[in-house]
T-cell receptor
């Protein structure tokens, strides 16, 4: 059974720092990995999708990497801003299945 | 408006009443999903649909009913609401099962069962 783990559960850093959020998964047979952002009381916003054949994807200040063999992904946020404060979730789409498997999320707080 | 919408956004009902949550997407995505999100449990899949008239159970289907007569709509019905079904419900859609397809979520419906 695929399990997705995100550590730490919460992270608080001062504004301007570069930071890394971690995601690990137990089964490497995936189609893709997707990173989402969720603001309090809101839905999930898709940030980045990495296909299983890719090593990384970039969007603005965000960079996501994927190491399928080791079952790990990282989300790098450069020059963090208070507006980046949110919960970040990763999810994997398992080969042969239709549903995403989600991690529990990392709650990120950027302090001005 | 393009995208995925849910209605109502907020709903208060009483135990035993039937409630239907609506979900509509404009992309003609083949897959649609219903999740509930609760503190301590994260996102849990209730039901999903691979196409019109094809639905399947997720992790927590008991007490819920779905239908999908049209590709763009995927309503979720609580046949007899219970307090344990108080939650935030999210609908989502995706084109298919491949490495290229992002999954997109609606804004959610906050349901309170008294």
């Amino acid at each position: 059974k695929q399990e997705v783990t995100q550590i730490p559960a919460a992270l608080s850093v001062p504004e301007g720092e570069n930071l890394v959020l971690n995601c690990s998964f137990t089964d490497s047979a995936i189609y893709n990995l997707q990173w989402f952002r969720q603001d309090p009381g809101k839905g999930l916003t898709s940030l980045l999708l990495i296909q299983s054949s890719q090593r990384e994807q970039t969007s603005g200040r965000l960079n996501a990497s994927l190491d399928k063999s080791s079952g790990r992904s990282t989300l790098y946020i450069a020059a963090s801003q208070p507006g980046d404060s949110a919960t970040y979730l990763c999810a994997v789409l398992i080969q042969g299945a239709q549903k995403l498997v989600f991690g529990q999320g990392t709650r990120l707080t950027i302090n001005p | 408006d393009a995208g995925i919408t849910q209605s109502p956004r907020y709903k208060i009902t009483e135990t035993g009443r039937q409630v239907t949550l609506m979900c509509h997407q404009t992309w003609s995505h083949s897959y649609m999903f219903w999740y509930r999100q609760d503190l301590g449990h994260g996102l849990r899949l209730i039901y999903y649909s691979a196409a019109a008239d094809i639905t399947d159970k997720g992790e927590v289907p008991d007490g819920y009913v779905v239908s999908r007569s049209k590709t763009e709509n995927f309503p979720l019905t609580l046949e007899s609401a219970t307090r344990s079904q108080t939650s935030v419900y999210f609908c989502a859609s995706r084109e298919g099962t491949s490495g290229y397809n992002e999954q997109f979520f609606g804004p959610g419906t906050r349901l309170t069962v008294l």
